[in-house]
């Protein structure tokens, strides 16, 4: 008795220092404790169902494992029980830890969860060693008003296959009223229906009494473009791209649930894109390889150095040759540029997405034929210097745009006056680059122009941060063409919503504003991997959540609302594994429940996670 009263109060000195914010981590007998807001379960959609106001404001809690010191001590010496590290009291003895919880049972623990995959270098504790800290935990919060909830990582090694206890105190007139104690077990993979949990069986576990009181909500997660979506099926382990791609996620809520795995009726869902540039399949692929190659040389431009791509077009004429057919062909009136006939036939943006401008004026057809033909740097500077040449002796009077401003435009404008005052000597070193890069964001801004404004997505006004703002002048070229990309991530948000997720006009009016927003603002604008979530009418989504599998399943039951009687179910099914600081069961050689086919013939094998939560009162 004398020694689990140490323990009691060496606990509580911890405690206590967590409680005056003196410390952020501290070592208690063979367990570490330390604050955190990364719960364990974050992934999994651990939800706080607790009377903890300040925990839901903070979302801090303790978490405890296994220190990490003392578990390389015994892996070196095979498990040796003696060894301790650093403690608050070193008075206590190891055989204390298997104490219980009085008038707790681990059965009625409990809590929330949803799902996704979780990281884990979690060092986990057993499940009396769990108990054994609950009950410590609960002793301190008879004296102490104390709202930091503790969150404990277990091994699973039980019957039950427990991987997480949190507490939380409930607080109900500035006063402790009890705690609410949560459970989460995982297991699988699960290989036929029938190892399914049923709904009845759910509904009596949270209401055994009342059944018709018990009120049901349900969550779906389908996975449409991305990892673990169909076009992934068959791909094995190790074989998945390392790169990131664009991923579109589907969330689906409703409530009722009738069984588990029932397709949503009635739902509301949202959907979470994140839109990559570089995927060769998407309708923004020619439009980013124009702008990559802008990059190229706005980096160059800072470096001195310019990495070269092979040309992009598929003549075989010298670009002095490719120039002078662009020189003549203005000397003899030519406004329009030409396309060839398979431009338009192959453009993946034909139709639908930005389509290819025929009003090029002639600096923008300088750039193209430059982005596509040049080999070297002297081929930028042999152009450069031939055009200028051409406008100084007066036999070259192209048009430009009234809005170009480049300093190549200025010059053209100037050779109608014969007032050009620019030698040769005047564009050595970069200077043919940097008119270059000019020419290359004007054309690109007019292309997300036309775009933007032509599909009715937005008006002049919310696109003159990225083409035309107040101060231009004073902005660098890397950061207009910085710009620039950010304006990209807007194009490829709205061609995955048109090419991947067919969205009405509306919803993809509203996710282009979104976009434009998010990157106008000084903290996002150099995000490229910000996921945009909106909301999406139901009959827009049926056609994937009817027929796709769900990667993340969930239901949730309740009854009551507070009190000893709130008790809350939730069960969850998925096709990754939840947790991955306990072991599962083995797939013949798979790691990867997408890689076999389970499930009675679908081709799922799925994982279950049940958590269960309710209050106690132990005061």
Same mark, same amino acid.
């Given at each position: ?28 007998? =063979? ?13 999994? #959609?651990?939800?706080?169902? /607790? ?5 839901? !404001? ?8 296994? &220190?990490?010191?003392?578990? $390389?001590?015994?892996? &070196?010496?095979?498990?040796?029980? !003696? ?26 623990? !409990?809590?929330?969860?949803?799902? =996704? ?141 009738? &069984? ?7 739902? $509301? ?32 431009? @800072? ?48 139709? $639908? ?7 090029? =004026? ?16 002297? =081929? ?38 014969? $007032? ?16 270059? @890069? ?58 995955? #919503? ?22 106008? &603002? ?26 796709? /599998? ?30 991955? /600081? ?38």
């Amino acid at each position: 008795m004398r020694r689990q009263q140490q323990r009691i109060q060496s606990f509580n000195e911890v405690l206590s220092r967590f409680s005056s914010k003196d410390v952020l981590s501290a070592i208690f007998e =063979d367990f570490k404790l330390e604050i955190s807001t990364n719960h364990p379960a974050k992934e999994l #959609g651990l939800k706080y169902c /607790h009377g903890n106001q300040a925990s839901k !404001s903070t979302k801090e809690f303790i978490l405890i494992q296994k &220190n990490e010191i003392l578990r $390389n001590q015994e892996n &070196n010496v095979n498990g040796n029980n !003696s060894i301790r590290t650093e403690s608050v009291s070193s008075s206590v003895n190891d055989s204390t830890l298997n104490d219980s919880v009085p008038g707790i049972k681990v059965d009625d623990l !409990s809590e929330v969860l949803e799902a =996704d995959i979780v990281e884990s270098d979690m060092r986990p504790v057993s499940i009396d060693q769990a108990r054994s800290l609950m009950f410590l935990y609960s002793q301190y919060l008879r004296k102490i008003m104390f709202e930091t909830p503790i969150c404990i990582v277990c091994d699973g090694r039980d019957p039950e296959k427990t991987c997480l206890i949190e507490a939380s105190p409930v607080i109900k007139d500035s006063s402790i009223a009890g705690i609410m104690v949560t459970t989460i077990t995982s297991s699988g993979p699960l290989h036929t229906k029938t190892d399914l949990m049923k709904m009845d069986q759910l509904i009596m576990m949270t209401s055994p009494t009342a059944a018709s009181q018990c009120v049901t909500s349900g969550f779906a997660k389908y996975v449409i473009l991305g990892k673990s979506s169909m076009a992934d099926m068959s791909i094995l382990p190790g074989q998945q791209q390392q790169c990131d791609t664009t991923t579109v996620n589907l969330d689906c809520s409703w409530e009722d649930i009738k &069984n588990v795995l029932e397709t949503p009726h009635g739902a $509301n869902c949202t959907v979470h894109i994140k839109a990559v540039p570089g995927n060769m399949n998407s309708s923004g692929h020619r439009v980013f390889c124009e702008l990559n190659t802008l990059v190229g040389f706005a980096a160059g431009a @800072i470096s001195g150095q310019i990495q070269w791509i092979n040309p992009t077009s598929s003549s075989t004429s010298s670009i002095a040759t490719l120039l002078a057919e662009l020189i003549e062909s203005v000397k003899q009136g030519e406004k329009k540029r030409i396309l060839e006939e398979n431009e338009h036939k192959d453009s993946p943006l034909k139709g $639908n997405q930005i389509p290819e401008r025929d009003d090029l =004026d002639f600096t923008e057809r300088l750039w193209v034929l430059l982005k596509d033909n040049a080999r070297c740097y002297n =081929d930028i500077v042999s152009t450069i210097k031939t055009v200028l040449g051409e406008l100084q002796s007066g036999q070259l009077q192209p048009m430009v745009h009234s809005s170009n401003c480049t300093t190549l435009a200025k010059h053209i404008r100037a050779s109608y006056h014969q $007032n050009m005052t620019l030698g040769m000597k005047d564009v050595e070193g970069l200077e043919p680059l940097r008119m270059l @890069i000019e020419i290359g964001v004007e054309k690109l801004k007019r292309d997300y122009l036309a775009f933007f404004i032509g599909q009715e997505l937005t008006t002049l006004d919310k696109l003159q941060w990225y083409v035309s703002p107040p101060n231009a002048s004073d902005l660098t070229l890397e950061e207009l063409v910085r710009r620039l990309q950010s304006l990209h991530q807007v194009v490829e948000l709205y061609a995955v #919503g048109t090419n991947s997720l067919h969205l009405p006009h509306k919803t993809k009016w509203t996710l282009v504003r979104c976009g434009l927003n998010y990157y106008e &603002n000084p903290q996002s604008r150099h995000d490229d991997d910000h996921t945009f979530t909106i909301q999406v009418e139901r009959a827009a989504m049926l056609r994937f959540y009817s027929s796709f /599998h769900p990667s993340v399943w969930r239901v949730e039951a309740k009854h009551g609302s507070t009190g000893v009687d709130m008790k809350r179910t939730v069960y969850q099914v998925t096709v990754d594994k939840p947790f991955q /600081h306990i072991s599962y069961d083995q797939m013949n050689g798979y790691t990867n429940a997408l890689d076999q086919t389970g499930i009675d013939g679908d081709q799922f094998v799925l994982y279950q996670t049940l958590a269960t939560s309710s209050q106690i009162t132990v005061f």
